[in-house]
T-cell receptor
Framework: RKEVEQDPGPFNVPEGATVAFNCTYS??????FFWYRQDCRKEPKLLMS???SGNEDGRFTAQLNRASQYISLLIRDSKLSDSATYLC?????????????FGQGTTLQVKP | DAGVTQSPTHLIKTRGQQVTLRCSPK?????VSWYQQALGQGPQFIFQ???????QRGNFPDRFSGHQFPNYSSELNVNALLLGDSALYLC????????????FGEGSRLTVL
């Protein structure tokens, strides 16, 4: 079983749509959680951290359910520029906070 | 403010050869991590360097080794290259206290023939 699992997609949505990505992780000792964004043939960049209380940054909302070991990302009012791969990321566990475990990524294509 | 820089950007090697990849971290960062990203996959952690020492290591064989210099720059060395080593090698820098936010370089794309 992969340590971080994501549906690779692709998710093809029209502009203005709301889209949700999900991710599960296997290590209950993981302490920190993130979503990174990676454009085609570019490096990953931090999109947002994910907190237990949930957090929002503009059109983006992230949620964490520690009991289910489940992370989500919601994008509202999708823009063409949101087309990218979204990587779910968790720390390896207590004492390994420097090691980030990346999921395979979920590809989003926003169409006009 | 220069971000993370990596060199070379692209290179082609043959099986059995050795390769050295280089990374300069973002200004003010003291920690460097290396990741391998195969096509269609997420980055996989190779190792992390802090204070010139390997602090953590992922599930990679000893053919993968590294070094960090006093100016915080780093090298990744891979010996006895295999076809399966073909990938994008990403360097990421951070400060020791904020390991969740990594700043990645554009990567070195290695092709092994």
């Amino acid at each position: 079983r992969k340590e971080v699992e994501q549906d690779p997609g692709p998710f093809n949505v029209p502009e203005g749509a709301t889209v949700a990505f999900n991710c599960t992780y296997s290590n209950s000792a993981s302490q920190s959680f993130f979503w990174y964004r990676q454009d085609c043939r570019k490096e990953p960049k931090l999109l947002m951290s994910v907190y237990s209380s949930g957090n929002e940054d503009g059109r983006f909302t992230a949620q964490l359910n520690r009991a289910s070991q489940y992370i989500s990302l919601l994008i509202r009012d999708s823009k063409l520029s949101d087309s990218a791969t979204y990587l779910c990321v968790v720390t390896a566990g207590s004492g390994n906070t420097g090691k980030l475990i990346f999921g395979q990524g979920t590809t989003l294509q926003v169409k006009p | 403010d220069a971000g993370v820089t990596q060199s070379p950007t692209h290179l082609i090697k043959t099986r059995g050869q050795q390769v050295t990849l280089r990374c300069s971290p973002k200004s003010g960062h003291d920690t460097v991590s290396w990741y391998q990203q195969a096509l269609g996959q997420g980055p996989q952690f190779i190792f992390q360097y802090y204070e010139e020492e390997e602090r953590q290591r992922g599930n990679f064989p000893d053919r993968f080794s590294g070094h960090q210099f006093p100016n915080y720059s780093s090298e990744l060395n891979v010996n006895a290259l295999l076809l399966g080593d073909s990938a994008l090698y990403l360097c990421a820098s951070s400060t020791g206290a904020n390991t969740g936010e990594l700043f990645f370089g554009e990567g070195s794309r290695l092709t092994v023939l």
